[in-house]
């Protein structure tokens, strides 16, 4: 039986699950043959990594896949099911698409051709135009869990375990989710408003109003879990210190909220370093 390819070190996920039995019946009914057999999450995601490694190693490297994933992360809770579809293609193409924008024209240019990151925004515009999804269920970070993320959980949502497949991620409601990040966002605009968290809970906001209201909302540590020791992950309680600061914000009380986000950023320092070192 050959290895079940590992997933990457560094990359964090921010997806949306939405509920299969909502879905257009041809759509519902896809997905429902696909959970007789459907691969595990750790499958999953080790051939995307594998997949986007090889693509990437080509000469010359192939940033696009040559279709879209037939994949999802599919997952059953209370009797529901529910399915992320795995997106690498559109993933892409958004990545492409706003490259200049996360990173500047000339750090990219000499990394992804213009003609390639103005081709990708010709393709997204034609798939759209066609009728296909636009919106991207998962939203990656590297070597961290941006603050903004946090904030759509509550810390009694974490579930840990080291035993086995190891692995940290909080669930919620969209509902809840979407309550939390407009209260965060309101806090925000008020005491923190020369932050980049502005923006963030502004984006995550619209991000969420895409979504059918009854799906759930999943941040997974990926494989950063592999970076950390027991310890560390047992004492990572990063969705409860954001709160807490946001709250302690809210009610003037700047010491409380300067004690949880020296807390959240000592926690997150270790993997910083590992991320410039890298």
């Known amino acids: 039986m050959p ?8 990359l964090t996920h921010l997806r949306v699950l939405e509920p299969v039995a909502h879905l257009p019946r041809p759509t519902r009914d896809r997905w429902l043959r696909y959970a007789d057999g459907r691969p595990d999450r750790r499958t999953l995601e080790g051939a995307a990594f594998t997949d986007s490694v ?3 190693a080509a000469h010359p490297p192939v940033p ?10 599919l997952l059953e809770l209370d009797g529901e099911l529910y399915v992320c579809p795995q997106q690498p ?3 892409a193409w ?21 003609t390639l990151r103005e081709q990708a925004v010709a393709d997204l515009a034609a798939h759209a135009g066609a009728g296909g999804e636009v919106r991207l269920f998962t939203r990656t970070a590297t070597w961290q869990v941006p603050l903004a993320w946090f ?12 035993e086995g497949e190891r ?8 509902a809840a989710a979407r309550r939390r990040c407009a209260r965060g966002l309101r806090t925000a605009r008020e005491h923190l408003a020369e932050t980049d968290v502005v923006d963030d809970l502004e984006q995550l906001g619209r991000w969420l109003e895409d979504f059918d209201p009854r799906s759930l909302v999943e941040l997974d540590y990926g494989g950063l879990v592999d970076l950390l020791d027991d310890v560390s992950l047992r004492g990572d309680d990063s969705a409860s210190d954001v709160a807490h600061g946001l709250a302690a914000l809210a009610e003037g009380d700047m010491t409380s909220a300067a004690a949880a986000y020296q807390r959240l950023s000592s926690r997150w320092q270790r993997l910083a370093l590992l991320a410039r070192a890298s």
């Open 151 to 162: 904030v759509l959980f509550d810390g009694a949502q974490r579930d840990l375990r080291l």
């Open 3 to 10: 290895p079940v390819p590992r997933r990457p070190p560094y």
């Open 64 to 73: 696009l896949p040559s279709r879209e994933s037939k994949e999802g992360l």
């Open 89 to 91: 293609r559109l993933q």
């Open 94 to 114: 958004h990545e492409l698409g706003t490259a200049d924008e996360l990173v500047g024209v000339g750090v990219l240019g000499d990394v992804v051709p213009a």
């Open 167 to 174: 692995s940290l991620r909080y669930r919620t409601p969209m």
């Open 54 to 56: 090889r693509r990437l």
